[in-house]
């Protein structure tokens, strides 16, 4: 084929059907595992108004500033591709009266985000979060809870290595303090800062505490810790989220350094790094956030969330060499000659579906050989033959492709066959969920 004259966008990337079953299984596992916590999902739409974004994530932020996909539409409103999922479940809290039967809201979603970086490995343009909002309450055991979630979810998957980062980045309260005092003792460094933290001295000093260039990480050096300008509810609300995280024996690191990009985090702040990734090491990132809601327009509510970055699981798999079993392979390929074996087999087909066979046939007029290749190349476990022969005597070739041995059976006796032959009806039902007593046998 000659060059093709489209490519995907810098940044995005096609998944492609090979890869699929890898993000298939991480995200039906993830499902899972929330129901396990009792979330349950919610669908936002993947643009929302600008300014959403810009009240909540921050003005001042990296993402608000220079990440966002914002464009006008025809009927010249600002819109901007969602670049995280807190703002627009927050917005969907609220405007759906979420709070007004008084529970606790424990939300997850499952999507792509958009957000204008340089590309690398395990950033993208287009990527994909698996995220969860619990909003309405201020508890301790809530955020050491998402933080057990999250780690539960990396379990299932395999992921080995991980840290736990934890901080806490106070709230409106005691922060305001720190972020003086932080001022005051760069004062005198300003210049010696990367050009991106001169601009946060003034707007956002917190922001360069987590600033990855050496020469600011220097500067820092005997900077004054957050942890020790917490209020007492601060404090008190930290020393409940370690205690239950001792108690459901997660180790975790308190990094007072531990800032991250989005303006709305009070008290937690967390990161779960994996050291199988390069330099976007992040795998997972949450903390608490107890006046969105209100800065939305609501009633002051507390709210604690994270979301994983899926590109980043499946790298860290990849690189970590972790193979999922995915069950991928057909049940049956059905290999017909002539025309009156196609006919006959494509009907046959249809009723090994029914049946709740994976079965395929070719669609492409090769030959037997080139069939019979085509099998193997699809893993399946069984090959039906069919011509003109196995007509005229109404029987039909099953060939065991493991074992090699072939047998010639009746034609109507096909179906029972498989089914004895493969294992019970419900290891090989892909029809639905029926655990073996649907009566897809009996269609
Ligand atoms: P975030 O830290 O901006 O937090 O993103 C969460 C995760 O998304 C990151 O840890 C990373 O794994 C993944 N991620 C972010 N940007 C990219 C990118 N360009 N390419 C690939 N993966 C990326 C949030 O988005 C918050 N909304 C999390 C949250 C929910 N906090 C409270 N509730």
Not at 329 to 336: E, K, P, Q, S, T
């Amino acid at each position: 084929m000659s060059e093709p004259l489209y490519q995907a966008v810098r940044g995005t990337k096609d998944i492609l059907p090979e890869e699929i079953g890898l993000w298939q299984y991480l995200e039906s596992s993830a499902r899972e595992i929330f129901h396990l916590f009792n979330y349950k999902e919610i669908r936002t739409p993947v643009f929302e108004e600008t300014t959403l974004f810009a009240r909540s994530i921050g003005d001042e932020t990296d993402i608000v500033g220079k990440e966002m996909y914002t464009f006008m539409d025809k009927g010249e409103r600002s819109l901007t591709l969602r670049p995280e999922g807190t703002a627009g479940v927050v917005r969907s809290y609220l405007e759906n009266k979420l709070y007004a039967s008084g529970q606790l809201q424990k939300l997850y979603y499952v999507g792509p985000m958009f957000r204008y970086e340089r590309p690398q490995a395990g950033r993208q343009r287009q990527f994909h979060q698996l995220g969860v909002e619990a909003i309405g309450s201020d508890d301790p055991r809530l955020d050491a809870e998402s933080i057990a979630l999250c780690l539960a979810l990396f379990t299932q998957w395999g992921l080995k290595d991980l840290s736990v980062q934890l901080n806490s980045v106070g709230c409106a309260i005691c922060r305001p303090d720190y972020q003086n005092g932080l001022k005051n003792f760069l004062k005198d460094h300003v210049s010696e800062l990367c050009e991106d933290c001169q601009k946060r001295y003034e707007k956002n000093p917190l922001r360069i505490l987590d600033c990855k260039s050496t020469h600011c990480q220097a500067v820092l050096k005997n900077a004054p810790s957050i942890l020790n300008s917490l209020c007492d509810g601060c404090k008190t609300h930290l020393t409940g989220v370690e205690k239950h995280l001792q108690g459901l024996n997660i180790s975790y690191e308190l990094n007072s350094r531990l800032v991250r990009g989005l303006d709305y985090y009070t008290r937690t702040a967390f990161e779960i790094q994996s050291p199988h990734l390069g330099s976007q090491n992040t795998i997972g990132a949450g903390g608490r956030y107890n006046n969105l809601v209100e800065q939305l327009g609501g009633e002051s509510t507390p709210a604690v969330g994270f979301a994983i970055g899926s590109e980043r699981v499946i790298l860290a798999l990849q690189e970590m060499k972790e193979s999922i079993p995915l069950g991928e392979g057909l049940d049956l390929y059905f290999v017909a000659m002539g025309e009156k074996a196609q006919e006959h087999g494509f009907v046959l087909l249809d009723q090994l579906r029914r049946a709740g066979f994976l079965a395929d046939m070719d669609y492409q007029g090769r030959g037997m050989k080139a069939q019979m290749k085509q099998a193997d190349r699809l893993k399946a476990k069984f090959t039906l033959v069919l011509g003109d022969y196995e007509i005229e005597n109404s029987t039909i070739q099953v060939k065991n492709m493991e074992t090699g041995l072939q047998e010639m059976i009746s034609l109507e006796g096909v179906i029972p066959w498989l089914m004895e032959n493969m294992g019970a009806h419900e290891d090989h039902c892909h029809s639905c969920d029926c655990g073996g007593h649907c009566q897809h046998e009996g269609e």
